[in-house]
T-cell receptor
Framework: GNSVTQMEGPVTLSEEAFLTINCTYT??????LFWYVQYPGEGLQLLLKATKADDKGSNKGFEATYRKETTSFHLEKGSVQVSDSAVYFC???????????FGDGTTLTVKP | KAGVTQTPRYLIKTRGQQVTLSCSPISGHRSVSWYQQTPGQGLQFLFE???????NKGNFPGRFSGRQFSNSRSEMNVSTLELGDSALYLC???????????FGSGTQLSVL
């Protein structure tokens, strides 16, 4: 079956530091890849997505590139802010079955 | 455009009782999926409905069931509640089976 493995947290950074959260996946076929973010007390919301190999998703300064050769979709941001503190989930969506599979989530805390 | 609405927001039940959670998707969205979120297990897929048909089911016991109505609204039912069912239950909708997910704020269920 499909699976998503995320870098374990929690991750604590100082403001303006560089962020990388690793994500690798196992899937049959060619899934779409997503990063979702969950702020405290809220539901998940889509951060960015990529639907095919070499696509780069970007939003709010975050970026991730769909790497088919390494089955990875690492999340990066050049300069984090306190407001980026949240839980980040990597996910894949099976384009045939429509089912989504999520990683365990990585908690990011950014300190001023 | 209204987002995904889940009711109730909080629920307290005792062991052995049953519970029904409700989800109203974004207007025009035909796919609704349910997830259980716990600190220890992360985000676990429960099931997905599309046009009133269950398309996918996760690895949960038969006590967990759901349905989708002709207006795309969905309900999830858990019978014979156990302490371990305490979790945040998230509903997500999408326009189609391969589209990005829009999440509700969830129903926080506490089983005493």
């Amino acid at each position: 079956g499909n699976s998503v493995t995320q870098m374990e947290g929690p991750v604590t950074l100082s403001e303006e530091a560089f962020l990388t959260i690793n994500c690798t996946y196992t899937a049959t076929g060619y899934p779409s890849l997503f990063w979702y973010v969950q702020y405290p007390g809220e539901g998940l919301q889509l951060l960015l997505k990529a639907t095919k190999a070499d696509d780069k998703g970007s939003n709010k300064g975050f970026e991730a590139t769909y790497r088919k050769e390494t089955t990875s979709f690492h999340l990066e941001k050049g300069s984090v802010q306190v407001s980026d503190s949240a839980v980040y989930f990597c996910a894949l969506r099976d384009t045939n079955a429509g089912k989504s599979t999520f990683g365990d989530g990585t908690t990011l805390t950014v300190k001023p | 455009k209204a987002g995904v609405t889940q009711t109730p927001r909080y629920l307290i039940k005792t062991r052995g009782q049953q519970v029904t959670l409700s989800c109203s998707p974004i207007s025009g969205h035909r796919s609704v999926s349910w997830y259980q979120q716990t600190p220890g297990q992360g985000l676990q897929f429960l099931f997905e409905y599309f046009s009133e048909t269950q398309r996918n089911k996760g690895n949960f016991p038969g006590r967990f069931s759901g349905r989708q109505f002709s207006n795309s609204r969905s309900e999830m039912n858990v019978s014979t509640l156990e302490l371990g069912d305490s979790a945040l239950y998230l509903c997500a909708s999408s326009r189609d089976i391969n589209e990005k997910l829009f999440f509700g704020s969830g129903t926080q269920l506490s089983v005493l």
